[in-house]
């Protein structure tokens, strides 16, 4: 009978060390492993963001250059305009048949003039486009970013 007393006590330890031993808090090693996967993983994030960022504004810079150019020849057109205005108006005094020329010269550059303005229209539009593009790739990082960080578990208390 005092053999028996003696088996429970050393069962019990041996079940309190098993539980200790299948219980234990992860390695240090592994918990550091993941945070330094993590933190790459975020440093990838910022650099493709990066990326993009500087893909933005060399499109920006880029449309930027066509849109002042487009205007450049809205610009020279317009003058081009108002001098063969003139040009008619000095011409229709003068002879007929010049009128006539003058008068396909200036529908060719109006012609032209529509055609710029379509392409400054279509410039804009390709802006929009580019910039919403852009706002759901920054949107979609913004996820990326938020949907990996870990979950930190609620702390217990300590019962006395």
Do not use: C, F
């Not at 053999?3 to 429970?8: C, D, G, I, L, P």
């Not at 945070?35 to 990066?50: A, H």
């Not at 066509?66 to 063969?84: F, I, P």
């Not at 852009?134 to 702390?155: E, F, G, M, Y």
């Amino acid at each position: 009978m005092r053999t028996r007393w003696a088996v429970y006590p050393a069962a019990a330890v041996l079940a309190g060390t098993m539980g200790g031993i299948l219980l234990r808090p992860l390695p240090v090693v592994a918990v550091a492993r993941e945070i330094v996967e993590l933190q790459q993983s975020m440093n990838r994030l910022l650099e493709g963001q990066k990326d993009l960022q500087t893909t933005l504004v060399h499109n920006s810079a880029v449309s930027e250059i066509l849109m002042e150019q487009s205007l450049d020849t809205v610009n020279r057109l317009t003058g081009t305009m108002t001098a063969l205005q003139k040009t008619m108006q000095e011409m229709q005094a003068n002879s007929g048949v010049r009128l006539e020329t003058t008068a396909s010269q200036v529908e060719g550059i109006s012609d032209n003039l529509q055609e710029t303005l379509a392409r400054i229209g279509k410039l804009n539009q390709q802006l929009v486009d580019l910039q919403s593009v852009l706002q759901s790739i920054d949107a979609k990082l913004a996820d990326r970013v938020s949907s990996t960080k870990p979950a930190v578990p609620p702390r217990t208390q300590a019962h006395h």
